[in-house]
């Protein structure tokens, strides 16, 4: 709700109480002035402000939406809510499973994808030539980074689930380094990319980093998922111990096989036993 309307709702609110504007700002720890100032709609307050003067008057935040007045603001809302940064953790245990169901079977699609794009890779670096055309190689590399983001949630959401803070850290770390990393190799095929081998020597330090930060959440979800869990990270944790020698990079990309199959059962088994524990609750 933009101002004035904001500041009209509010003054609403405050006279339905039969506050005035001296005893509603005791309960606000805020000045008579800025709330003289936040009624008349000179000006828009902070949104901690809007939910300590919504909270003293004792109305539901839910039924205001205070709209910021930039596209920035929208797309970072947005954003936060795709990957589950404001979730509600009391949703129904059946949005759980249906997003834990999105993401295994984005995860499959991924791992498919990945053949394809090795593949490219390969050639790219050992030939410094595509055996895809630019559009279709485009078309790969966007596909791999949007099936990963899918993909990824999963884990988001697991992390906030299982309270693994760590593996949430880690996917969203996965989630831009592929941003990152896919947007320079499109962009690195439009010009002649001397610098690619440094690039890549670069990328797989990092991506080894992350990956054994991966591989550590990974294992700290084996007493809630069981041994698949231990097994994806340890395989995980391989692979990116792999990927920092740089020169062993290839062996890392081995592992990664047999950990992304597992990390792909680890959502299957997740969305398994919100069910079985939707399924007991419902028995109590």
């Not at 009209?8 to 805020?30: H, P, Y």
């Not at 990927?243 to 990664?256: D, N």
């Amino acid at each position: 709700m933009k101002q004035p309307d904001l500041g009209r709702k509010i003054s609403e609110l405050r006279k339905a109480k039969g506050f005035t504007q001296e005893e509603l700002v005791e309960k606000c720890n805020i000045s008579v002035r800025t709330l003289q100032r936040i009624e008349t709609g000179e000006v828009t307050p902070r949104s901690y402000t809007i939910k300590t003067i919504l909270a003293a008057l004792d109305y539901d935040l839910s039924t205001i939406e205070v709209k910021d007045d930039t596209i920035v603001h929208s797309a970072i809302r947005s954003f936060k809510k795709n990957l589950f940064l404001d979730i509600d953790l009391t949703a129904s245990p059946d949005f759980f499973i249906k997003q834990l169901n999105i993401s295994w079977i984005f995860g499959i699609i991924y791992f498919l994808i990945g053949f394809f794009e090795g593949a490219a890779e390969y050639f790219r670096y050992k030939d410094n030539s595509l055996i895809f055309s630019t559009a279709l190689y485009v078309i790969i590399k966007l596909s791999s980074l949007i099936t990963f983001v899918f993909f990824q949630r999963g884990f988001i959401l697991i992390g906030k689930l299982f309270k693994n803070y760590l593996l949430k850290i880690a996917s969203f770390m996965l989630i831009f380094g592929n941003i990152l990393l896919i947007g320079y190799d499109i962009a690195s095929i439009f010009y002649e990319a001397i610098e690619r081998k440094y690039i890549l020597g670069s990328e797989a330090i990092v991506f080894g980093c992350i990956g054994i930060l991966y591989g550590v959440s990974l294992w700290r979800l084996r007493k809630s998922i069981g041994a698949v869990s231990k097994y994806a990270g340890t395989f995980e944790i391989l692979a990116g111990c792999f990927f920092l020698t740089v020169v062993l990079s290839f062996m890392g990309f081995i592992m990664l096989v047999p950990a992304k199959l597992f990390v792909i059962i680890v959502l299957y088994k997740s969305m398994d036993i919100i069910k079985s524990k939707q399924e007991e609750s419902s028995l109590t």
